[in-house]
């Protein structure tokens, strides 16, 4: 009776840890998806009325989708602003800069 129980309790343990382990396979992995995810609603926000929600509306010389700007670029413009497109250097925490910037630049073909 007693060893059923330890049995049991040791399946469940098992259980949890492998529930556990693919949860949360690796810390970088992890803080990546939690970027994307910070990238993806920063950019619903403040950024997909004026270029669309794929990135597929053409804003000033064109979308975000026929942008070859650099992750660097990018992430200048979204602090400085350029032309009619406000900067977003005084609103956005570091970190939700880069993450919106490295979001924006997946939209390139
Ligand atoms: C008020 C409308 C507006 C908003 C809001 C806006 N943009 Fe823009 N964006 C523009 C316009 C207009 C341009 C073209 C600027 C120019 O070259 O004159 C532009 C240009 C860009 C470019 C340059 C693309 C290229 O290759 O020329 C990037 C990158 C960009 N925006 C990203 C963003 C991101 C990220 C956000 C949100 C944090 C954002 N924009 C919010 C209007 C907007």
Redesign the pocket.
């Known amino acids: 009776m007693r060893e059923k129980k330890f049995k049991m309790a040791l399946a469940s343990i098992s259980i949890l840890a492998v529930i556990l382990l693919t949860a949360c396979p690796q810390t970088g992995r992890k803080s990546q998806a939690a970027d994307h995810e910070t990238g993806s609603l920063?950019?619903e926000r403040?950024?997909a009325?004026?270029?669309g929600s794929r990135g597929e509306m053409v804003?000033?010389?064109?979308s975000?989708q026929?942008?070859?700007?650099t992750l660097d670029?990018?992430h200048r413009?979204?602090v400085q602003?350029?032309?009619?497109?406000?900067g977003?250097g005084e609103e956005?925490t570091d970190e939700e800069l880069e993450a919106?910037?490295y979001?924006?630049l997946e939209f390139q073909d």
Do not use: Q
């Open positions: 920063i950019y403040r950024c009325y004026c270029h804003a000033g010389p064109r975000l026929e942008s070859s700007m670029e990018i413009i979204v602003g350029e032309g009619t497109m406000p977003f956005l919106v910037s979001f924006v």
